[in-house]
Structure formats: C-alpha cells, structure tokens
C-alpha cells in the first residue's frame, strides 16, 4: 500500500498538489476498499473512522481532484449514484465492467478490450481518444445458476 501513496503523492506533486493527510486519508480508503466502487457517502464514513475531523465537503473535494488528475475514475453504473474507482497503476484507459442486473454485483474486466475500436474511431472519425468506458449490463454466472436450479 506504501508504494501505491507514494506513486499517488508523485502524481499530486506532479500537478503542484500536495498529499494532504486529508487526502491520504481518502486514498487509503480506496486502496483498502479497491473492488468495492464506493460512493462518496461510503468514502467519507470509512475515512471519518480514521480522520474523525474531516468533513463531507472535503471528501469530495478530494474525489474530484484525483479524478480530475486521473488518479481514480468517477463511475455511474445507472442507479444514479456516482461510484469512484481507483485507476490500475500504469494503466492508460479506465478498466470495463460486468453489472449483474439481478444481484447487482459488478466485476472488472483489466483486459483494454476496445483498442482496435479506438484505431476505427480516430481513423474513420478524426476523433481522438483520451479514454474509454465499457459497461455491460447482464446476469452474472451465479445469478444464471440459481434461475436454471429453480426452473
């Protein structure tokens, strides 16, 4: 986890910020909750157990500075709530998901799925791609094997 704040405190640098303990504090909840896609509600009520004096409004102060800086991805998976999701070190395109639309599990995909389709896309289009996001929306292979035992 050392490793990850030190390489997160770099970036910030990078961009004339500092780690404030504040934001450590956040990122530390990310890094420990990584697979969970946390809401900023769900980040602030982990990160007040370590930092009692932080407020809401500085949680999410700092969710949109590492979003902005590409440090985490500010997902929605169409339930209307705003997900934050830390960027994979190293990784130039936000990561794909599997939403389960039964028990509402989601899964990561780290394979870049879509980079033939960004070649068409600046080719064919003149449009040239910073990111991408891919979500699909189904039923999980657990969900799947209760509707067959039940059927």
């Not at 934001?23 to 909750?33: G, H, N």
């Not at 370590?50 to 999410?60: F, H, N, Q, R, S």
């Not at 130039?92 to 599997?98: D, T, V, Y």
Request: aromatic residues 6%.
């Amino acid at each position: 986890m050392e490793h990850r704040i030190d390489n997160i405190k770099k970036q910030l640098h990078a961009q004339n910020y500092k780690l404030t303990p504040q934001r450590e504090a956040t990122v530390r909840v990310l890094i420990e909750r990584e697979q969970d896609h946390l809401s900023a509600e769900e980040i602030y009520l982990l990160v007040k157990e370590k930092a009692p004096e932080i407020g809401l409004a500085t949680v999410y102060r700092t969710l949109e500075l590492l979003s902005e800086l590409k440090v985490v991805d500010k997902i929605n998976f169409g339930d209307g709530v705003s997900r934050y999701d830390l960027r994979k070190e190293g990784a130039e395109h936000f990561h794909h998901h599997l939403i389960c639309v039964e028990c509402g599990s989601v899964e990561e995909i780290m394979d870049d799925l879509l980079v033939d389709v960004e070649k068409i896309v600046e080719k064919d289009w003149g449009f040239q791609v910073k990111d991408h996001r891919l979500t699909f929306h189904g039923v999980c292979r657990q969900c799947q094997e209760v509707m067959v035992s039940t059927s």
